[in-house]
């Protein structure tokens, strides 16, 4: 069946410091891959996608993840988070890009000033 | 890009009753989506709604209590119908557009009592 994991429900981090959200998926085939972020009462925001290629994505606000297959993960990462990244970050999982997407529970992100 | 505009933004609603939600989007599209969000939990795909034929609806999502419209390949209207509690969520909307990448709405904030 197919499923995204996000193991962690809640995490704080200082201003400035470093980030890593886990994403670890289940899929028949290659997958499309994406990481969103939703701000409080805000819609949804791409911040990055996976399809083929370079297994490492940049995307916007500064954010990357890495594509590894053998873990099945696609994990999520900042070298120094910003107060205005306080948000849930969803990873997703799909056929194509907007085709029955699968999300995750989604990770808060809180931080500490 | 898209853009997305729902309406309402948010409603309350007394049980029993039915609330329709719209969906218009700035330019030409083949597929709609719809998805619910629950109270602190993650997005869920109630349905795809393409022009000129029926929408199709994911388990546990059935068309009496979600009746979808897309009358053309801007706009799509989704209905909770006979409402309860339960039915409390916010309702977003998804389209596909440019180079596989889904946009979203701002969603419905919609509160049964």
């Known amino acids: 069946a197919q499923s995204v994991t996000q193991p962690d429900i809640h995490i704080t981090v200082s201003e400035g410091a470093s980030l890593e959200l886990r994403c670890n998926y289940s899929y028949g085939a290659t997958p499309y891959l994406f990481w969103y972020v939703q701000s409080p009462g805000q819609g949804l925001q791409l911040l990055l996608k996976y399809f083929s290629g370079d297994t490492l994505v940049q995307g916007i606000k500064g954010f990357e993840a890495e594509f590894k297959r053998s873990q099945s993960s696609f994990n999520l990462r900042k070298p120094s988070v910003h107060w205005s990244d306080a948000a849930e970050y969803f990873c997703a999982v799909g056929a194509s890009s907007a085709s029955k997407i699968i999300f995750g529970s989604g990770t808060r992100l809180s931080i500490r000033p | ?113």
């Open chain 2, 1 to 113: 890009s898209a853009v997305i505009s729902q309406k309402p933004s948010r409603d309350i609603c007394q049980r029993g009753t039915s609330l329709t939600i719209q969906c218009q989007v700035d330019s030409q599209v083949t597929m709609m989506f719809w998805y619910r969000q629950q109270p602190g939990q993650s997005l869920t795909l109630i349905a795809t709604a393409n022009q000129g034929s029926e929408a199709t609806y994911e388990s546990g999502f059935v068309i009496d209590k979600f009746p979808i419209s897309r009358p053309n390949l801007t706009f799509s209207t989704l209905t909770v119908s006979n409402m309860s509690p339960e039915d409390s969520s916010i309702y977003l909307c998804s389209v596909e557009a440019g180079v596989d990448e889904a946009f979203f709405g701002q969603g419905t904030r919609l509160t049964v009592v």
